[in-house]
């Protein structure tokens, strides 16, 4: 009895992680870089984006600064972005490789290495 019940909430925990993230798998997410990933890795990132979040009913804007790490396969490359949220929490954004191709320097180097600022 306590197997299957660990069982069935395993199965419970992987699909509310499918639920609240899109798979990564999907090409969506995977595309070129608009800089050399030596460029783009571990360098921070000042964003300004809009996503849909499974938590809310309508895309919610997202902003801050925080740092990218750059993943590649066969496919492309995949940019992901850890920003603190509060003390001790961050934010973990996966950004769309529409989203990546618009990523340029930033005029301010003091605020960040690069910016994204996407059309709502």
């Known amino acids: 009895m306590q197997t299957e019940n660990a069982i069935q909430q395993a199965e419970a925990i992987v699909a509310s992680e499918q639920w609240e993230r899109p798979a990564l798998a999907s090409g969506l997410f995977w595309g070129s870089l608009p800089y050399p990933k030596s460029e783009l890795n571990e360098k921070t990132l000042e964003f300004r984006v809009t996503i849909k979040f499974p938590e809310y009913d309508e895309p ?18 995949h940019i992901r972005v850890l920003a603190p949220y509060s003390q001790d929490r961050e934010k973990v954004i996966d950004l769309t490789a529409k989203h990546a191709s618009l990523i340029t320097r930033h005029e301010d180097a003091s605020r960040a290495v690069f910016s994204l600022v996407a059309p709502e």
């Open 60 to 77: 919610v804007i997202c902003s801050g600064v925080g740092t990218m790490y750059v993943r590649e396969r066969p496919g492309g490359f």
